[in-house]
């Protein structure tokens, strides 16, 4: 608004002077006397004035939009997080049931069924060894070529299985949704830098190797572990929306491969000369919403006779 716009208004409002509408809202005459020179009127002052007339339209603001503009995403990513406890519920619960199913009840002692050692820690070692070999790290062999960001975001879900597994044998369902909830509200990047994704990836590392050596408590090392597990899934570029999307998806397969033969060593891991994860991001990209009966099915009718 203008200044004059100002003045005018105010005369049609009652107002006897300018100094009365100034006592009126609150103001100084110091801060008339600015406006005067500016010839611009503060949003807050336009907003009363169209109050007052009882304008329904508020005034336009380009400062106001770019705001409005600028929250939105933060607006829809706070919306997003009330469903995140139960996406986190679901997926502690599904990779419970794949664990049972899998290495037998009581696997949280760290022995499965067939009396094999479980270590999860150097499972998430080997894990961020996967993902850091999906980047061109290495000097001496095709320094040129792009980081494939699709299987960094594989690996990515593939660490998580084995994270969620190991805060699972330390504590239970409840308390660990507690523990990771926080974690979960955070902006993805758009652009990556793969050099500090290597460095962040590698810190999983540390963290698991610190634990298993005793040089970290057990306990302070789970909460170093989700921070820095959805700090590389920020600087990956992973939401929290898709990692859940791709676990449930990664979780499906997993139990699918049980059942065909995996652990005996018949499965057949390349589909049509395109490897099973490939095929399941592809199925998942058409699906809206996972659906685990839906995805499986679908695995069904892709497998290999």
Not at 205 to 221: D, Q
Not at 245 to 265: P, S, W
Request: aromatic share 10%; glycine share 4%.
């Amino acid at each position: 608004m203008l200044y004059k716009e100002l003045k005018d208004s105010i005369k049609a409002l009652g107002f006897p002077s300018i100094e009365d509408f100034v006592h009126y809202i609150g103001v100084t005459p110091s801060d008339i006397l600015e406006w005067e020179e500016k010839d611009d009127v503060p949003y807050i002052v336009s907003l009363i004035i169209h109050l007052l007339k009882g304008d329904k339209d508020l005034p336009n603001n380009k400062t106001l939009d770019n705001l409005v503009e600028e929250c939105l995403p933060l607006a829809q990513l706070l919306e997003e997080a009330s469903s995140f406890p139960h996406k986190l519920e679901e997926m502690f619960l599904l990779q419970k049931e794949l664990n049972d199913s899998t290495n037998g009840k009581n696997w949280e002692l760290g022995i499965n069924k067939y009396g094999k050692e479980i270590n999860w820690l150097r499972c998430i070692h080997m894990e961020v060894a996967e993902l850091i070999d999906s980047t061109p790290w290495k000097h001496w062999k095709n320094i040129n070529a792009e980081s494939d960001m699709n299987n960094i975001h594989v690996e990515l879900v593939d660490i998580w299985h084995f994270l969620m597994s190991y805060i699972l044998q330390e504590t239970n369902v409840p308390k660990a949704v507690s523990l990771v909830n926080t974690h979960c509200i955070y902006e993805a990047l758009e652009e990556i830098d793969p050099k500090a994704m290597v460095k962040e990836a590698e810190k999983l590392s540390y963290i698991s190797l610190a634990i298993e050596t005793g040089n970290m408590p057990t306990f302070s090392g789970v909460e170093r572990f989700i921070d820095q597990f959805f700090r590389c899934c920020k600087i990956s570029g992973l939401s929290f929306t898709w990692l859940q999307k791709l676990y449930i998806g990664k979780n499906c397969l997993n139990k699918f491969r049980q059942d065909h033969g995996y652990k005996e060593g018949t499965y057949i891991k390349v589909w049509n000369n395109d490897e099973d994860n490939v095929v399941m991001v592809s199925i998942l990209d058409k699906m809206e919403n996972v659906s685990f009966d839906e995805l499986y099915s679908k695995l069904e009718e892709s497998y290999p006779a």
